[in-house]
């Protein structure tokens, strides 16, 4: 009998081979490839330009969380509607390796998808590989990934049903992008602004493609503490419902 | 009303039958045995072993077929079956597998993916990933539904076949009472979340069958009526326009009977004891029941 850790290995690995067999990816792909290419439309050559990076990544965010909310209340809310789950709880495994190995190989690949596609900008803006704002950029989309991992998931155990789960979550999400300022730190570009223009303050001085007005670090940290502390709260809460209390019928 | 109520099922050595009407908590029954449901009051144990906190342990012991057929459709058999294995912890894997699909008739199949396959096909891949970790118990919920006969067919060879050579004992969930009877040896019968009887088949088939008379007539109601008038019967009930009696005194009940017919000038169409089936307990204690 495998040991706790071996199976968990195992259930990820086979998590991935599920995502990388999903028929919709290489469709995930393409709009991860078009919302990279959307944003440099402006560009009519190598322009040495990080600015770029900020201009178009309202299409990313809007991408990134329509693919997000898609794959994880699939992968969550499908489970109980297909029985994949109730197929999953028959084998010798426990309940947290097949939450934790669910949540972290739809992270993994989801985020690899956008990191690997986000990368052509170093290409077709001609940035440097050590230009920081780049890896600024790819934290900010890692933190939306991990917010709307989190509001998918958490909506997912209460709805049941992938399509709703779905459209709650897609909702949800950019309801609150439209409904609150902005430049808030609960909206997605709000906190994309509010870290990167933090950043571009310290390492381009004199830049403001971000914003005009000074970040300030409340703002700042706030934007990095607000999606981390609701995935925390959220994922943990979901995790202690799953292992300890949820009945699967 | 709680789903399940002082429900104590027994699951020896060899193939055990589950039997009840839809509704009646055979798949709940199933769900608290995995651990899948919490029983909100009482305890459920098996192996000695609390259901709902010692669930992984039970299921390192069990392999179980679901109803549905959850499976991953763009993998094929032999890569779901792999990982299965991997989960078990199966050092063989190859091995096991390749015998495994050869046992439940898959091998041609094996490489084509999951999604492609018949319904009978993913009964048989159902019945092989529960049998994968070489299980103490394996508890099939409804292997024979939505297939056709020769399906059916070979399906049960299967479970016999695999019960034989591996002396894998099984919990088979079913409507279809005349698949069990190809191949059960004990059989449960559960109503509205309670036990109604359990046994050994002959064991039931004598209890059930001994005093139970079936009768034929032109006007059931009618005849019905002249019966219960008379000291010889416990309980009568209809199913499909045909009398069932349970008999206290048989020698005089069957004097009887042609006597009432020709009184109320009935045409009686048919009298005899009932038949040893499984579908007839089951209509005997599920109706009664009613």
């Not at chain 1, 440097?128 to 989309?141: A, H, K, N, R």
């Not at chain 2, 839809?22 to 009051?41: D, R």
């Not at chain 2, 991953?72 to 912890?89: D, E, I, Q």
């Amino acid at each position: 009998m495998n040991k706790p850790p071996k199976a968990f290995f195992r259930l990820f690995l086979w998590e991935i081979e599920n995502c990388l067999n999903l028929p919709v990816l290489s469709l995930i792909v393409a709009s991860a490839i078009l919302a990279v290419l959307v944003q440099s439309t402006s560009i009519t050559g190598f322009t040495h330009d990080y600015g770029d990076l900020y201009s178009g990544a309202s299409t990313i965010f809007l991408i990134l969380t329509l693919v997000t909310c898609t794959l994880f209340s699939h992968s969550f809310a499908g489970s109980f509607g297909r029985g994949d789950l109730k197929r999953m709880l028959s084998y010798p495994v426990k309940r947290w390796q097949i939450f934790v190995s669910k949540a972290f190989a739809l992270n993994l690949v989801i985020f690899s998808i956008y990191a690997s596609t986000y990368a052509m900008n170093l290409y077709i803006n001609a940035i440097s590989l050590l230009e920081p704002m780049f890896y600024v950029s790819l934290f900010t989309i890692f933190l939306q990934l991990l917010f709307v991992c989190a509001v998918s998931v958490g909506i997912s155990m209460l709805a049941k049903s992938e399509l709703m789960s779905i459209v709650i979550s897609f909702l949800l999400v950019f309801g609150l992008d439209n409904a609150i300022n902005f430049h808030g730190i609960s909206t997605s570009m709000g906190r994309f602004r509010n870290i990167f223009g933090y950043f571009e303050q310290i390492t381009h001085p004199g830049f403001h493609y971000a914003s005009s007005v000074a970040v300030t670090f409340e703002r700042f940290t706030g934007s990095i503490v607000f999606p981390l502390l609701t995935a925390v709260v959220v994922l943990g809460i979901v995790f202690v419902y799953f292992t300890r209390k949820m009945e699967i019928d | 009303m709680p789903a399940l109520n002082e429900l104590t099922i027994q699951i020896p050595n060899g193939i055990s039958g589950f039997v009840g009407k839809n509704g009646s908590g055979k798949t709940t029954t199933i769900g608290v045995l995995l651990g899948l449901i919490k029983a909100n009051k009482g305890q459920a144990s098996m192996f000695g072993l609390d259901c709902w906190k010692n669930s992984f342990e039970i299921r390192q012991k069990l392999g179980v077929m679901h109803e549905t057929n959850a499976y991953p459709g763009n993998f094929s058999a032999r890569r779901f079956l792999t990982h299965v294995a991997k989960l078990y912890g199966i050092t063989q894997i190859d091995q096991t597998i390749t015998q495994l699909l050869k046992d439940v008739d898959l091998t041609h199949a094996q490489d084509k993916p999951i999604k492609t396959f018949s319904a009978g096909m993913f009964k048989r891949l159902g019945l092989a990933q529960a049998l994968i970790g070489n299980p103490e118990l394996a508890i099939l919920d409804e292997p024979t539904a939505n297939i056709d006969p020769l399906g059916r067919i070979t399906i049960l060879e299967k479970i016999k076949d695999m019960h034989t050579k591996h002396g894998t004992s099984f919990l088979i969930s079913t409507h279809i009472l005349s698949d069990l009877e190809k191949i059960c040896n004990y059989l449960i019968i559960i109503d509205q979340g309670k036990t109604i009887d359990q046994g050994n088949i002959n064991t039931l088939t004598e209890k059930y069958s001994a005093n139970i008379y079936k009768i034929e007539v032109s006007n059931p109601p009618q005849f019905i009526t002249a019966l219960q008038k008379t000291d010889t019967i416990d309980k009568v009930w209809v199913e499909n326009d045909k009398i069932f009696c349970k008999v206290n005194n048989p020698e005089m009940f069957c004097a009887e009977i042609p006597k009432i017919a020709s009184e109320l000038k009935l045409q009686l169409k048919g009298f005899q004891q009932t038949l040893n089936s499984l579908e007839e307990i089951y209509s005997q204690t599920v109706g009664e029941k009613r």
